[in-house]
């Protein structure tokens, strides 16, 4: 089992910054890959960005150049940093742990709201 907490969402102006974090705890060593995923209001939840155990990154086109996903080198936590933020960036973030042998493992959610 892995347990996922998120912090660090909140209200930003257009173009401000904010970092998450996703503190995992369990069976921390036997994640694959985390990652970020977003939901806006109506819309289906996406793939912001992921990080393998081995440091590979990818993000959606959306957010590359913007967002950043790292980790300390201990693999916990996961952070998402979110520069130039767009109002279309407002939705509840979810942190996720994909373990090959169990699955997915989700975060509770964390609000971000890009707004002026």
């Known amino acids: 089992q892995v347990q996922l907490v998120e912090s660090g969402g909140g209200l930003v102006q257009p173009g401000g910054s904010l970092r998450l974090s996703c503190a995992a705890s369990?069976?921390?060593?036997?994640?694959?890959?985390m990652g970020w995923y977003r939901q806006a209001p109506g819309k289906e939840r996406e793939l912001v960005a992921l990080?393998?155990?081995?440091?590979?990154?990818n993000y959606a086109d959306s957010v590359k150049g913007r967002f950043t996903i790292s980790r300390d080198n201990a693999k916990n936590p996961v952070y998402l940093q979110m520069n130039s933020l767009k109002p279309e960036d407002t939705a509840v973030y979810y942190c996720?742990?994909?373990?090959?042998?169990?699955?997915?493992?989700w975060g509770q959610g964390t609000q971000v709201t890009v707004s002026s």
């Open positions: 996720n742990a994909y373990v090959r042998t169990m699955g997915n493992y």
């Open positions: 369990g069976s921390i060593y036997s994640i694959n890959y």
């Open positions: 990080i393998t155990s081995g440091g590979t990154t």
